[in-house]
């Protein structure tokens, strides 16, 4: 037997790992209500027409030979219009999705050993990448008695001499928590007196169910900062794979921009035809944005009622995305992984664990995904009630 190379063990993504469990489930018969991952398109919604059509255009046009490595000139431009404050078209790199654009930046910053602070719970690709680069992935707790606030002070504690970069999520995957200016002030002004680079997820900034979202980049320009973002969420699109990253420091991050280059040529370019939705997405109509933020809100709200009804669950009302993450205020035998495994194989319902998305030590979450529409989701919470009260 060949052995991979060890540090891939510490690879690990809870939400695809959980799914599997639930195929094999299904597989058996059992039919399995799904509340566990973020794609709007297996659900109710749908991608808007004009996208479609973009596309459909450009491989009839006949452009599907390779692009430029940082993409398109037409989509660079449109998302450096739409970045704000506006960036210059050379400064931003068009990806195989976020994913990737976060792998880009962080294989061109950190070395083996080096340090990066990640939100926790957040999203494990985060984890997952700087595991591979051997790099060590250190949380900085999210404060769920305020609202999964970002903790500026607390983040701060965790800082080394290794310390190389802290990455936002805002909104936050799982909690659906939306950093205000002063919390992402905070962040910055840790970011300037430690030398640190600022990566700013912001792939949910238009799913918002009140106020406006604060970009980062509109809150310094004197610290370095990568904002990524894409057209998987907001624009319907997951399977398309367009995602990209903006450089709003360029003087600061110059050799920086120079390695995502290198990375970027070394892997020739992204999906050419599907760069030609950029510019209609971020110019075209956005009227899908209100009838998809209406049928959420209704979702949120069923959910968050329900859950806040059952003894030994709370849970903290998202203000944006379509997660949540509960809190199990009663112990559970084998942790949060277990409750979810036990729930799904007894009822269906599937959930991802908390544990998967990191959480404070001695704390039990389970994440949520309020996609489903009502019937589904009344479905899924009366079981989830039911096999809490058998166990209580
Ligand atoms: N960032 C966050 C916070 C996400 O939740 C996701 C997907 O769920 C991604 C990035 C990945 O996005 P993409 O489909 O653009 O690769």
């Not at 995957?173 to 905070?186: D, F, H, I, K």
């Amino acid at each position: 037997m060949v052995q991979p190379a060890r540090h891939i063990a510490n690879v690990k993504y809870a939400i695809r790992n959980i799914a599997a469990e639930a195929a094999r489930l299904e597989a058996t018969g059992m039919k399995i209500l799904p509340c566990n991952i973020g794609d709007p398109l297996r659900f109710d919604f749908a991608t808007p027409p004009h996208l479609v059509e973009a596309v459909v255009k450009a491989l009839r046009d006949g452009k599907n030979q390779y692009v430029a490595s940082a993409g398109l000139r037409e989509a660079r431009e449109a998302v450096a219009a739409s970045m704000q404050p506006a960036v210059r078209p050379e400064d931003v790199f068009i990806t195989s999705g976020v994913s990737e654009a976060l792998d880009l930046v962080l294989t061109a910053l950190l070395e083996a050993g080096d340090e990066v602070l990640l939100p926790s719970p957040g999203y494990p690709l985060y984890n997952a990448i700087a595991a591979r680069l051997q790099a060590t992935a250190v949380p900085y707790y999210l404060d769920e008695s305020r609202g999964w606030a970002i903790d500026a002070e607390a983040m701060e504690a965790s800082i080394t001499k290794r310390t190389k970069a802290i990455v936002v999520c805002n909104p936050n995957n799982p909690t659906g928590a939306v950093a205000t200016r002063a919390q992402l002030a905070g962040v910055l002004d840790v970011a300037r007196r430690h030398g640190l680079v600022v990566i700013s997820d912001e792939i949910y900034d238009r799913l918002l169910f009140s106020g406006t979202h604060v970009p980062t980049a509109t809150v310094a320009d004197d610290v370095p900062l990568i904002t990524l973002n894409g057209l998987s969420k907001a624009y319907l699109v997951p399977g398309w794979r367009v995602g990209w990253l903006a450089i709003h420091t360029p003087k600061l991050l110059k050799d920086v921009a120079a390695a995502v280059q290198r990375l970027a040529d070394a892997r020739l370019c992204g999906p050419g035809p599907f760069h030609y939705a950029v510019k209609p997405a971020l110019e075209g109509p956005q009227n899908h944005v209100p009838e998809v933020m209406a049928k959420l809100r209704s979702r949120r709200d069923l959910m968050v009622s329900r859950l806040n009804a059952m003894p030994g669950v709370s849970v903290v009302e998202p203000q944006g995305a379509f997660y949540a993450m509960p809190s199990l205020t009663r112990e559970w035998a084998g942790g949060d992984e277990a409750f979810v495994l036990e729930l799904v194989r007894e009822t269906g319902v599937l959930f991802v664990h908390g544990e998967g998305f990191g959480q404070k030590p001695g704390t039990r979450h389970f994440r949520v995904v309020f996609l489903p529409p009502e019937q589904v989701l009344t479905q899924a919470f009366d079981r989830l009630e039911a096999f809490l009260k058998a166990r209580s």
